[in-house]
């Protein structure tokens, strides 16, 4: 029987409880043992309900740090996730990082620095990879079924659903709105998709139309507008270096009725174009002996090759996907170089935004 894998939870807050804790508990020989939060409170209900009280609570992340842990998970505000990573790099523990990766690029270099230093893993919770839509058409690309993909559309587009919980509106500790926190699904899996990282420039434009509305009709409640210091909307222009374009559109907030979809991307090639729908269904569109045809595969059939076992859920599979590479059963599915140039293009929408000129990456 294999050892089982001790982990340390850093931050016990919503993204904690809604995806990694549940995914750690369906993980085979993996025990949470360890649990930090700068609410004592939060640690203690999470060490209750994923560890039967068996776990030690902390309050600063640095004693977790001194504790005999295979991972650790920095589920933290995004302001902290660079502190905190290379810290538990350095101590010598694997880390899943929380996604964005980091609030600058700089940040996430110094990462990637403590990640060769240690020589542990890390890898970052872009789970929307892990999806059968995701997966299916990354097998259709690196086949090369879609030839050359010289244009793409990141999407990530709610209509009204801000989230108005901890610290998603302030500035200062997530580093932007929509773009930084949804936003940032698309454009990985665009990037991931294309298999294109050198990006040449930005045009970007950031949006605070909305943000002081009352009686907005939001999914979550009324947002508090003093509060609201996060763009409501952003939407970007990528251009690569090879030529190819991107265009990223993100919302919380936005008096849109159509195109409402989150984490998909549209992909357009010189042998076939894809499109990611709401509903998680894949359409492939081309053309063959001279006609036009769409195609929609099924993808509720089917298994996963990268990784062992089998996982209902992208949380899931991302879990499962850490824990065996740890193991050494297999590779991490999202690498830091590739999370990293998510972050670069995203400061550079921000930066252009700021600026109103075109950001240039060298």
């Known amino acids: ?23 750690l508990k ?16 939060r640690a203690e209900k999470a060490n209750k309900e994923y560890s039967g009280g068996k776990g030690k609570v902390f309050e600063n992340y640095k004693d977790l ?10 589920l933290t505000p995004n302001n902290s996730h660079s502190e905190i990573s290379v810290a538990a790099l350095n101590s010598g523990k694997n880390v899943m990082c929380e996604k964005p990766m980091a609030k600058n690029y700089k940040e996430a270099q110094a990462m990637i620095a403590a990640r060769d230093a240690s020589k542990k893993l890390l890898t970052i919770g872009y789970q929307s990879r892990y999806r059968p ?13 879609l030839g050359e993909i010289y244009f793409a559309k990141a999407t990530a587009i709610r209509r009204r659903a801000v989230p108005t919980w901890g610290v998603f509106l302030d500035e200062e500790k997530q580093g932007g709105g929509p773009l930084i926190d949804i936003g940032t699904h698309a454009l990985d899996l665009t990037l991931f998709m294309m298999n294109n990282y050198e990006p040449a ?41 090879n030529g190819a374009t991107i265009i990223l559109q993100s919302s919380w907030a936005l008096n849109i009725s159509t195109d409402v979809r ?31 045809y769409v195609q929609t595969p099924n993808l509720g059939v089917g298994g ?15 879990a499962l996907t850490f824990a065996n590479a740890i193991r050494g059963k297999g590779k991490l599915y999202v690498l830091p ?26």
């Open 1 to 23: 029987m294999s050892k089982k894998l001790r982990y340390g939870i850093i931050g016990c807050g919503g993204i904690a409880n809604g995806k990694h804790l549940p995914a």
């Open 26 to 41: 369906k993980v085979p020989d993996v025990e949470i043992v360890a649990f930090c939060d700068i609410i004592p409170a």
């Open 65 to 74: 740090l001194k504790e005999d842990l295979d991972a650790v998970f920095v």
């Open 133 to 145: 839509d995701s997966l299916y058409l990354k097998e259709e690309v690196d086949s090369g079924a």
């Open 201 to 241: 420039y930005a045009v970007g434009t950031v949006y605070h139309k909305l943000n002081k509305d009352k009686r907005a009709g939001n999914a979550w409640g009324d947002w508090d507008p003093k509060k609201f210091t996060v763009e409501d909307s952003a939407f970007g222009f990528v251009v690569m270096k």
């Open 262 to 292: 989150e984490a998909v991307t549209t992909l357009c090639g010189t042998k076939a174009g894809a499109d990611m729908a709401a509903d998680g269904t894949l359409t492939i569109n081309g053309v063959k002996n001279g006609r036009q």
């Open 304 to 318: 996963v090759a990268f990784y062992d076992g089998a996982a209902s859920k992208p949380e899931d599979a991302e």
């Open 337 to 362: 170089e590739q999370a990293a140039v998510v972050t670069r293009i995203l400061e550079g929408i921000y930066i252009s935004a700021k600026s109103g000129k075109a950001h240039y990456f060298d």
